[in-house]
Structure formats: C-alpha cells, structure tokens
C-alpha cells in the first residue's frame, strides 16, 4: 500500500513541462490506530494538517476542497477511501519545495503514522466552470 512516492515519481514530477498550478488529488485511508499509538490514524492525520497548514500557505497553496468519501457508486472495495483532499499549489516545482524542506519533512512523520493506504495524483486543469 503506497504511503510514501518512489523516486521515479518524484523524477517524473520533477521533469514534467507542465509549469502552472497543480491540484493535488489526495485519497487517504486512515489506520485504526497511529503508528506512534497517539490516537486514531485520522487524528495523526489532524496533527498533520495542523502542522503543514503554515507551510502550505508560504508555498502559495490552499487547500480547495476536503471531505468524507462516502460511497463507491462506480468501482469496487479497493475504491473504497476515507478522505478526500484537493490541494492547489501555484506549481509542482512549489510543491516539490514545500515537501522538501526540513520543517516538512519534520511534520510529514504524522502523515505517515496516519495512513495504511493513499494516493496522491498530480492534476491540470484543462476546464473551469465559471
């Protein structure tokens, strides 16, 4: 279960020609229980979203959009997720930052005792509604 990106990915990331903003797609599935046995995996996951809110703000992002997944309505059980977060950040090379200084680094250890499964997609926007 992926909880953390592979050096391909972040290569991948890292070398793309898309320069404008990114919405980060995040698809989480929480622990019964925290890796460092503080709580649940979705309080571990709150202590995160604490901590990272500062960072994520010098980095130009903003959380768009979080939620509950419900229901899988078209998928199977491996569909099945706890929470649903959208991030934009201004640019993957200011993502790519963010997650790479040492304060992050510091607080992403939460994140990592909060979750048995996750997904992070990389997105471009091609159509606004307005």
């Not at 229980?33 to 130009?60: F, H, I, K, P």
């Not at 934009?88 to 680094?105: G, T, W």
């Amino acid at each position: 279960m992926p909880i953390q990106p592979t050096r391909e990915q972040i290569q991948d990331l890292v070398s793309s020609d898309h320069e404008g903003p990114v919405v980060m797609l995040n698809l989480l599935r929480f622990r019964d229980q925290s890796n460092d046995g503080a709580g649940s995996g979705r309080d571990s996951y709150g202590r995160y979203g604490d901590s990272v809110r500062s960072l994520l703000e010098a980095a130009g992002g903003r959380v768009l959009w979080q939620g509950r997944a419900d229901s899988v309505v078209i998928g199977d059980e491996a569909d099945a997720w706890d929470a649903v977060i959208l991030v934009e950040y201004p640019s993957r090379a200011r993502f790519l930052d963010m997650v790479s200084k040492p304060d992050y680094q510091e607080v992403s250890s939460h994140r990592t005792n909060a979750l048995v499964d996750s997904r992070l997609i990389a997105c471009t926007e091609v159509f606004r509604s307005t």
